[in-house]
């Protein structure tokens, strides 16, 4: 079996060879190779090539490929069975460790994506508030639910795509995109649609056009102007919880948010969603209150078993310091050979969070990031390919480091870099 001949299989079977758009290396070019294996951070093709690898399933690896003590849950839990649809102890036990990690979530309700928890947080908003205009921050990426899909980041960034047919207007007519880190535009907002506006949905730091880390006060200002106006703060923590920190980036930046979103990480690498909240907004979701959500596999048993054995092996002392540690090493070292080889690029980096940017001036938006040069990454990616880096085939996306991420990783990646842009 060759990349090649999985390519034109795939194509001829699966829209555009893949089942979600940005793994087709459009914006990128070539063609995505197919993967055999894992193991720590590194992958494998069907040709046996091997790549260091900064995708980590999007975010969802942070423990990287393989980790013993996920495998070991996992096992154990399909001993058992595969799924039951009626309770199991992993459910509570989960959202147990997930509540006393992320107090603002007292109780949660598990789905199974992050798009289906964000798309279950808006309806209890709306419901609570009995408003429903909701904010977000253009560049932000929430899933695909109609009513976020207007000037999103990820694919639809990637892909250039403003808006999406089959999308009623009326769906999106209440869904207000404003500039991230831009304080007074949200003042302005909440003046013009006083009382009207059910919740800020914000991703604490953006990370689906490139990762943009908030300016200091943007979330105590959000916190405080949705308090006024009596509107919901939502964090959509898909990627910045257990990541940026085990509390999220609700720890990290000191900001308590109404709701908040899990993925990613929690499900250990098994398709998982959460939303959560205080106890008193979550009585409005059935079977306790009127506001209906359900799920035929939600809070599967081995994501549930893999999630655990994920936020216990995190929560082994140094982990995030090290996470930190080899970000910022990798940021430096980044920044430092592109200077010496005048190519000038901006590094935006938190813990094992990390984008790389083909542009000369900082990026603290969603538009400023859409501004960088995403045809010299384009180069960039398959330079870096082509030494066996793999990162994410867009300039939209984050590189997410796992704790199996180390120096020697860090020393491959730059000495892969500089040859990379020796090309350029
Ligand atoms: C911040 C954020 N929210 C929501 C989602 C949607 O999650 P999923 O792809 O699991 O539906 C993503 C996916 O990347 C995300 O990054």
Redesign the pocket.
């Known amino acids: 079996m060759t990349n090649a001949t999985c390519w034109r299989e795939a194509q001829r079977y699966l829209v555009g060879g893949v089942n979600s758009p940005v793994r087709s290396f459009r914006a990128v070019g070539g063609r995505p190779f197919f993967v055999d294996r894992g193991q720590g951070p590194t992958l494998w093709d069907v040709e046996g090539n091997r790549y260091l690898d900064y995708v980590c399933s999007?975010g969802a690896l942070i423990l990287g490929h393989r980790p013993p003590e996920v495998l070991k849950a996992v096992n154990e839990a399909l001993e058992r069975g595969t799924t039951f649809g009626t309770p199991t102890p992993w459910e509570a036990e989960l959202a147990k460790e997930i509540s006393q990690a992320v107090p603002s979530m007292e109780q949660i309700r598990f789905v199974s994506?992050?798009?289906?928890a964000?798309m279950s947080a808006l309806r209890l908003a709306r419901a609570v508030t009995g408003r429903n205009k909701i904010l977000k921050f253009d560049g932000?990426?929430?899933?695909?639910s109609d009513a976020l899909l207007t000037k999103a980041g990820?694919g639809m960034a990637t892909l250039g795509l403003p808006a999406v047919p089959g999308v009623p207007r009326q769906v999106t007519q209440d869904t207000i995109t404003i500039p991230f880190n831009d304080p007074k535009a949200v003042e302005q907002m909440f003046r013009r649609h006083r009382k009207q506006i059910a919740c800020v949905l914000v991703?604490p730091v953006l990370?689906?056009v490139g990762v943009i880390p908030p300016a200091e006060w943007f979330l105590q200002r959000l916190r405080a102007l949705t308090k006024e106006d009596r509107s919901l703060l939502i964090f959509?923590e898909?990627?910045t919880g257990f990541r940026v920190a085990y509390g999220g980036a609700q720890a990290r930046f000191g900001v308590k948010p109404d709701i908040t979103?899990l993925?990613?990480v929690i499900g250990g690498g098994f398709p998982v969603?959460a939303y959560g909240a205080n106890r008193r907004l979550m009585q409005w979701v059935a079977p306790q209150g009127p506001v209906y959500q359900a799920g035929t596999l939600a809070g599967h048993p081995v994501a549930m078993a893999a999630g655990l054995a994920t936020l216990r092996a995190l929560r082994r002392p140094g982990v995030y310091s090290q996470l930190e540690k080899t970000g910022a090493g990798l940021r430096k070292g980044l920044l430092r050979l592109s200077v010496g080889m005048g190519v000038p690029i901006v590094v935006n980096q938190i813990g094992g969070l990390l984008s790389l940017f083909f542009r000369s001036s900082t990026i603290e938006t969603g538009k400023q990031a859409r501004a960088s040069n995403t045809r010299r990454y384009a180069r960039y990616f398959r330079g870096m390919l082509a030494r066996g880096v793999y990162l994410p085939p867009s300039a939209y996306e984050a590189w997410f480091l796992s704790t199996a991420h180390g120096e020697r990783e860090i020393e491959k990646t730059l000495k892969a870099h500089s040859a990379a842009l020796e090309e350029f």
């Open positions: 999007w994506s992050g798009t289906e964000v932000a990426y929430h899933g695909h990820s991703e990370a689906n959509d898909v990627i979103l993925g990613k969603g």
